[in-house]
């Protein structure tokens, strides 16, 4: 017991001001892209003819860029020769529209929040029966970091149960793969009304890497009504977070 | 193994080269290898035409470093080896499943991972204990926790189990045939996420490949840095682990350290990457990113700070005698049937078999110098919990003066076309164990066929064998003494 008691004095305070003090990323960090459609070489489609995922098409307005489907590997900026894509460090993606996620230029379409209502019933407390549907356990571990001490969602009232009839939603990821859609189903209905659905990464989302593979369905969106999206590959645990504190309406909506 | 053609860890055969052996030839080739110590590294369908299959078999002699390959053509059926060789048993059910032919004799041939086109996923024949006082648990494909989906099914008769039944292939997202007609834009970034926990394991293993396949040579600098991200997602896994375990046995503080020092590994990870997980890092030709001699030094200092919280936090562990009376004698694979079901990874050498790729088939930059390899005993969950600690401390004294010196040359060289009509073999130690990966190009050097093996799909038979006489509450302990990838398994 005394060698606990040392130890929790030396391990520290850790817990991660949040959303108070803005998150320190790494340089590196590949986060919202920025679209610069003037810096557009014509004729060009090199962004488009590398993205492994179909994230990006250049239409009359120039480059449109779907976060939904994006896997942020950031190729796209990398072979750009006029620098019109940039991947920012902005970690804050969600949107609760799939449109929402079409990036043209700097737009930011963002979170809006569950209505007054919902936010009543649920008071402070989210509980969400996570499923893993041909997740590749990326995203699963970043859900799964929620709940370490530094981004400690408990102290926001979010958690993740072991049971649907103890949840107030879903949090889905995976692409949503044949073997695990009867499962996904049977687990959301056996959730209580009224109930929400969160795709997390771009395979639930839109299929990711996966999409137009026989194995799986493209996401969940043709199965479920999605009630956030959260794009990432995988999210960043900030990213997780901050999209459901907005949704929550514990962090205002930015401006757009 | 003399009728066997001889090759190495990432080393391209012409596919001319391969023997192809008449079928009783080929039996006897494969037994008797293995009769004479050498180890089964993969068995493998490949289809041909008209309905063929050929038969890929690749053995192992660890202590030379050398791999064996001889091949048979089978039409409809041929007689299992598993009868004589148990670590054949799981690739025979896969090589069944994928391809439809028959290995006769083989004493079950479950589906492996329920492909489209197949029975439907769960109505499945189980292994059923009889007796009036056996009772069944059925847990899954969702589980309790944010964990990835599959079905468990215990025989108990009381508390203890009997028997323990897994049934994967809830995430078969279909990686490998993806991976065909490659390589392409997504090829790198779907091997990225065959399993995501083992992002550079697997980036790594397909890099090496194309590597071998191309005769591309790597820079030193991109050897290391390679290697910087295996180890780094060694002690990120195994740390996570150590703090999942002690989660496990409701010894919370050493949970909650853990937890965080896997994040801060990963943050470390994502300081020279951009990603926490490794993601768009390792790539054919080397490594897409050049960190520069800052990032490198806060990253020695990182991971000396949090060496010493590990270490405080791993001490309270092994000096807990709850905590040490919930781990020793739970959950034992001998040492014999670590070795008969070809088990890899630390749970391979926690039960006393001293197997790794680190040291057994060099790749990256392991071959210049390598992290000590350590070698349990017990073969219970202390031996893979202690196991996870002793690599974890090995990994960061060899990750210390790798970061000091990370080797010289350009980050990245440019990959040239594959080789057609070749064939090769990838091995890397991921944090799990054995990573293996076939190649195989057609006549105009592109992917033809392409088989994953992740360390997981040994190795879940062998916790179905751990938890044989246990008490039922002690599965989630055990389980994550293996931890083993679902996705990796189901690909």
Request: glycine fraction near 12%.
């Amino acid at each position: 017991m005394f060698k606990a008691l040392v130890a929790r004095a030396r391990q520290g305070y850790r817990t991660a001001n949040y959303p108070a003090q803005d998150p320190a990323l790494p340089a590196l960090f590949r986060g919202r892209p920025v679209l610069d459609p003037l810096k557009c070489l014509d004729g060009c489609t090199r962004c488009v003819d590398i993205c492994p995922t179909g994230a990006l098409q250049v239409v009359a307005t120039g480059p449109e860029l779907d976060l939904g489907r994006c896997i942020f590997c950031g190729e796209c900026a990398q072979i750009c020769p006029g620098e019109a894509i940039t991947l920012t460090r902005d970690w804050r993606l969600a949107a609760t529209e799939r449109t929402g996620l079409i990036v043209t230029g700097t737009h930011v379409a963002g979170v809006d929040a569950l209505g007054r209502e919902l936010r009543r019933l649920l008071g402070r407390s989210l509980r969400l029966r996570q499923i893993s549907a041909g997740g590749c356990n990326g995203c699963e571990a970043e859900v799964n970091a929620l709940g370490n001490v530094v981004f400690d969602s408990s102290r926001f009232g979010i958690e993740f149960v072991a049971s649907p009839r103890h949840a107030d939603g879903i949090l889905v990821t995976g692409p949503l793969t044949a073997n695990m859609k009867q499962a996904t189903l049977t687990t959301y209905e056996a959730v209580g009304e009224p109930k929400l659905v969160i795709a997390a990464g771009a395979c639930a989302i839109s299929g990711g890497l996966f999409r137009g593979r026989p194995e799986q369905c493209d996401g969940i969106e043709d199965v479920l009504a999605v009630d956030l999206y959260v794009p990432g590959c995988p999210p960043h645990p900030y990213t997780i977070l901050d999209g459901l504190l907005r949704l929550l309406g514990r962090i205002e909506n930015r401006s757009v | 193994m003399t009728d066997f053609v001889k090759t190495g860890n990432a080393v391209p055969v012409a596919t001319a080269a391969i023997p192809v052996a008449e079928g009783a030839a080929f039996r006897r080739a494969v037994l008797s290898g293995i009769a004479e110590g050498s180890r089964l590294l993969f068995l493998a369908g490949l289809a041909q035409d008209a309905g063929r299959t050929r038969l890929l078999a690749a053995l192992t002699d660890d202590g030379r470093g050398e791999i064996g390959l001889i091949a048979t053509d089978v039409a409809g059926a041929y007689p299992a080896l598993t009868p004589d060789c148990s670590a054949a048993h799981y690739f025979e059910r896969e090589i069944h499943e994928q391809l439809g032919v028959h290995p006769e004799g083989h004493p079950w041939l479950k589906p492996v991972r329920f492909p489209p086109g197949g029975p439907t996923i769960g109505e499945a024949d189980f292994f059923r204990v009889a007796g009036a006082e056996i009772h069944e648990v059925a847990v899954g494909p969702v589980h309790a926790g944010i964990i990835e989906p599959g079905h468990f099914r215990f025989s108990c008769h009381g508390e203890r189990v009997l028997h323990l039944e897994i049934s994967l292939g809830y995430q078969h997202r279909g990686i490998e045939a993806a991976l065909r007609s490659g390589p392409d834009k997504r090829s790198v970034h779907l091997a990225e996420t065959i399993a995501g926990d083992t992002s550079a394991g697997h980036a790594s293993a397909y890099c090496q490949l194309v590597e071998a396949l191309s005769g591309t040579a790597c820079s030193p600098r991109a050897l290391a840095l390679r290697t910087i991200a295996l180890e780094l997602e060694r002690v990120a896994n195994h740390i996570g682990d150590l703090g999942a375990l002690a989660g496990d046995v409701g010894f919370l503080p050493a949970a909650a350290y853990c937890g965080r020092l896997r994040g801060d590994v990963l943050n470390l990870t994502a300081q020279l990457c951009g990603s926490r997980l490794g993601r768009g890092w390792v790539r054919p030709g080397g490594v897409a990113h050049e960190p520069g001699a800052e990032v490198f030094r806060a990253v020695k200092e990182g991971l000396r700070a949090a060496e010493r919280d590990m270490r405080n936090a791993v001490e309270l562990l092994w000096k807990s005698s709850s905590v040490r009376g919930r781990f020793e004698n739970a959950g034992v694979l001998s040492r014999q049937a670590a070795a008969d079901l070809g088990i890899v990874g630390p749970p391979a050498r926690a039960s006393g078999i001293d197997r790794d790729c680190r040291r057994d088939f060099p790749g990256a930059a392991y071959a210049e110098a390598r992290p000590q390899i350590a070698v349990g005993e017990s073969g219970d969950v202390f031996a893979r919990a202690f196991q996870r600690w002793q690599e974890i401390e090995n990994s960061l004294a060899f990750l210390a003066p790798l970061l000091d010196e990370p080797g010289a040359g350009e980050p990245l060289t440019a990959v040239a076309a594959l080789a057609p009509n070749h064939l090769a073999l990838s091995l890397v130690e991921g944090w799990r164990g054995e990573i293996v990966h076939l190649g195989m190009t057609d006549g105009a050097g592109r992917i033809a066929q392409y088989k994953i093996l992740d360390p997981s799909f040994r190795n879940w038979y062998g916790l179905g064998i751990a938890m044989r006489g246990q008490a039922i509450s002690d599965f989630p302990m055990c389980n994550k003494s293996f931890n083993l990838s679902y996705c990796g398994h189901d690909l």
